[in-house]
Each structure stands twice: as structure tokens, then as C-alpha cells.
């Protein structure tokens, strides 16, 4: 299972992006996953950032981002989707997406995660 993520890049503060994370190789049931976005800015933690569960569709938030992103999935294509609105340069970071086995923010409950796009918020 390889997870990739991409759509990264440099916005203005205030401005959009949408990532996208697909899987491929020998792909799984994803009904049965969540899946989840994590960030990590130079010198810090990993962080949470926003989940779904992939079978009911709900959805859990930093509350960093609550209310700024949205995390949706396409069934038909195994993806997900994490849009970024009003970012801030906070929000700079290198994005993960992960497979998670649980419905959870934390990072030990993700065991596939992708390579991770870099995302700057800068004038």
C-alpha cells in the first residue's frame, strides 16, 4: 500500500489550496479505515490535523483549522481531499496523509502514511 499526497506549494495568506492523497500498489478496504492529514512544521511535533471515517464520512478537526478545512474522500477514486481556505502562515508545513486502523487524532493509531507535500503561507 503507497499512500501519496500532492497539491502542495506556496499561497498568500488568506488564499486556498487542495491536497490530495490516492492510494495504489495493493490497495484495501478502505470501509473499514479512516483516514487522516497530519503536518509538521520545521522544529516541531507532527500534529493532527483533520480525519474521516471512511465508511460514515464523519469528520474530526484540529481546532487550529476547524471551520478553514475540509477533509472529503471519493469513494471511486481512493481519495482524499484536504481543502485548505483563509490559510494562515501558521499553516506552513510539510502535509501527511496517513491510513489510520482507528477513527483518531492520534498519529500512533496511523500506520500507512504518504511522503508528504510542503505547503508555504507566505506574502
Known amino acids: 500500500v503507497q499512500l501519496q499526497a500532492f497539491g502542495g506549494g506556496l499561497v498568500q495568506p488568506g488564499g486556498s489550496l487542495r491536497l490530495s492523497c490516492a492510494a495504489s500498489g495493493r490497495t484495501f478496504t478502505f470501509s473499514v479505515y479512516s483516514m487522516g492529514w497530519f503536518r509538521q512544521a520545521p522544529g516541531k511535533e507532527r500534529e493532527f490535523v483533520a480525519a474521516i471515517n471512511w465508511s460514515t464520512g464523519n469528520t474530526l478537526y484540529a481546532d487550529s483549522v476547524k471551520g478553514r478545512f475540509t477533509i472529503s474522500r471519493d469513494n471511486a477514486e481512493k481519495t482524499v481531499y484536504l481543502q485548505m481556505n483563509s490559510m494562515k502562515p501558521d499553516d506552513t508545513a510539510a502535509y501527511y496523509c496517513?491510513?489510520?486502523?482507528?477513527?483518531?487524532?492520534?498519529?500512533?493509531?496511523?500506520?500507512?502514511w504518504g511522503q508528504g507535500t510542503l505547503v508555504t503561507v507566505s506574502s
Open positions: 496517513a491510513r489510520g486502523r482507528l477513527y483518531s487524532r492520534q498519529k500512533d493509531d496511523y500506520d500507512y
